[in-house]
């Protein structure tokens, strides 16, 4: 029987410390294939994808990782955690998450990118899903097993789940927490402008 299991903030520590970013940097939040208006790949870039983990061959499961990365203003990837993860294994104790964890983060290391035009090259934090097949075929709908429809969500539940546990990452973590409630002030303001009666041409906040 499949099982699976949000992990939200679970640290891939084979790229770097978290909070690479200085503090007084705005970190944007960006839900999956949410970049392009301030990101894209660096000219001669592709997208690596991991291979399946030698170690985990012989049980040859299907998963899948949601995996949480900032892009850095100079275009590399940092802060690679796990934000959700399932398979197809009958227990959790059957896959070798660690493996899979780090093929995903090793694949993402190499991602390079550039700014868009005149956009500022500010920290991003977003989400990238990888499958892993080990079966015959690939199962349908597998990389939607793990897809984080909404990243803000996810950072707050990591937050309060990191503060429950006392995670070393609480710092980090309020840093995006703020960013979240800055944007989502901004975006009130914002339909609160659109829809406002008033003869006024122009909204500022």
């Known amino acids: ?24 940097d705005d970190i944007r939040l960006a839900n999956e294939g ?8 660096a000219d001669g ?6 291979g399946y983990p030698e170690s985990s061959l012989r049980e ?40 899979f964890g780090q093929a995903a983060s090793s694949a993402l290391s190499q991602w390079r990118f550039a700014p868009v035009g005149d956009a500022a090259p500010k920290p991003t934090f977003t989400v990238a899903t990888f499958t892993f097949v080990g079966s015959e075929a690939v199962p349908p709908g597998l990389s939607q097993q793990c897809k984080v429809a909404d990243v803000r969500d996810a950072v707050l539940a990591a937050r309060q789940d990191a503060y429950e546990r006392g995670d070393i990452n609480q710092k980090w973590l309020d840093r995006l927490y703020r960013e979240t409630m ?14 406002s009666q008033s003869t006024a041409t ?3 906040f």
């Open 34 to 41: 949410g970049i392009a208006t301030w990101w894209r790949l």
């Open 45 to 50: 870039v592709s997208i690596a994808a991991p």
């Open 1 to 24: 029987m499949a099982w699976s299991r949000c992990l939200l903030l679970i640290p891939l520590l084979l790229t770097g410390a978290i909070a690479s970013a200085s503090d007084d």
């Open 182 to 195: 800055r944007q989502e002030i901004y975006n009130n303001a914002a339909n609160l402008c659109s829809r």
């Open 60 to 99: 040859r499961v299907d998963a899948c990782l949601s995996v949480g990365y900032t892009i850095r203003p100079d275009g590399s990837t940092s802060d690679h955690v796990i934000v959700k993860r399932w398979s197809n294994a009958p227990t959790p104790d059957a896959v070798a998450w660690d493996q």
């Open 202 to 204: 122009t909204c500022v």
